[in-house]
């Protein structure tokens, strides 16, 4: 066929097409009445032996009666599909009609072809849209999707988990609070309690205090309130009374000492005690005579004391709120060159009542020794020496040129006289020739033939 037939042809088609979208669109509802959205305007180029039920659906989304060219309409349908996406079942019906590309009976085929492109710019452009759709639904779906309800968190028991079921675990902070309890209960009460001699302090101001510690609790005591009394006198002038005062008071760290509370502070919690009311209290209830006459600390009797300080010749030890002084050789019956090698401070002994000398309360005074309570041996070991034997011993004193010996058999031996070359000395370890016992005073009298080993 010649090409301007061809043209003609063409142009006739696509007036046809354009008088039947005019009917389509005059007898179609508008926008407003159906209530429904925009479409894409891809049926323009359905055919015009399409199903008109079908292309109504395309054909009303595009909210226009005025005819246009396809150009223009498909150039519009690319632009809708872009802002506007169609729901599902619409996608589904405009493919449907882009696969609808066959040429109804007696039209020619060349203005089919020019029909089909058309439908395959309207089918590209959908095609584009979809992922489009499928990116809004899953915002949608993230959006609408109802949040994870997070549980509330729980604050955690303030008990501790113990191993066994009926044990309970007792922590820093709970144990100074029982502490502080009992100190509390202690001063309300008048109660007499008993702690450590933990240090010495000097204050600003020029005072001295003693710190007392009761279950880790610093207890603070002045020196004016430790009891330490001490004659003042021209047969007593060791020095200036607070300085033999501090002295007492270091020889007796570590020892336990009874006091009374005299003042608390909740805030820091600080506490002020006196062991001199302590110890009046304690004179009263044991020294002081009942209803009876009787009183619980008496001659020949045996209590027990706390050792207080240890000196080489001498222990000092407390009794039931008096203090008491015991030489060494009422220590023990064997001879001691050093009270230190045998007592310390903080100890607790026993020891017997000699004597006891009530004036008033405030003026009491107490003899004890420590030897009687233990059983004199002695004379049965003195039976085991023999003249003439050689016995090693250790060298306890000397005194004025003389030599007092401690057996290892448990005999006490005196010495006048030493072969060795060299002097002995206080613990040295000697060899000793018994010449003489002195049954009177449980003695070996003798000599040292050498010196074994020197104590240096």
Sequence with gaps: MPRKAKTEETVVTEENILHENDMETENAPGVDETGMDEESPDTLSVDVGTDFSTAEESTEASGSAVPISTDEVSAEGDLGMAETLPLPEE????????????????????????????????????AASRPAKKRSKATVAK??????????????????????????VETQESREDTIWHELQNAYRTRKILTGTLGGIEKMEGGGTIAVVYYKEMRIVIPLAEMMINLVEDAAHDYGELVQRQN????????????????????ASRSVVASRKDAMYKKRQIFYMPDANGISRVCEDRI???????????????????????????????????????????????????????????????????????????????????????????????IHKGTVFVRLHIGVNAVAHSCYDNRLPGKKDEVSFVVTRIDADRNVAVGLISRIIKQNI
């Design 91 to 126: 996608i589904a019906t405009t493919d449907e009609h882009d696969g609808q590309d066959t040429t109804p009976a007696g039209n020619s085929t060349e203005p089919a072809e020019e029909t089909g492109n058309t439908s395959e710019v309207s089918s590209s452009s959908g």
């Design 247 to 266: 002295k007492i008071l270091g020889n007796m760290l570590g020892c336990e000492i009874d006091f009374m509370i005299k003042g608390l502070d909740n």
């Design 303 to 397: 209590v027990q004391a706390r050792v207080i300080a240890v000196a080489e010749k001498v222990v000092r030890v407390e009794i039931f709120g008096t203090e008491c002084s015991i030489l060494a050789r009422d220590l023990s019956w064997d001879w001691l060159g050093d009270a230190t090698e045998r007592f310390h401070v903080g100890e607790q002994i026993l020891v017997r009542i000699l004597s006891v000398k009530l004036h008033s309360l405030e003026d009491i005074s107490v003899k004890a020794d420590v030897k009687s309570v233990n059983g004199n041996t002695s004379k049965e070991n003195l039976g085991k020496c023999k003249i003439q034997g050689k016995y090693a011993g250790t060298v306890t004193d």
């Design 143 to 168: 959006t609408t999707a109802p949040d994870v309800l997070t549980p509330a968190k729980k604050s955690a028991p303030s008990s501790i988990l113990t191993l066994s079921a009926d044990t309970e």
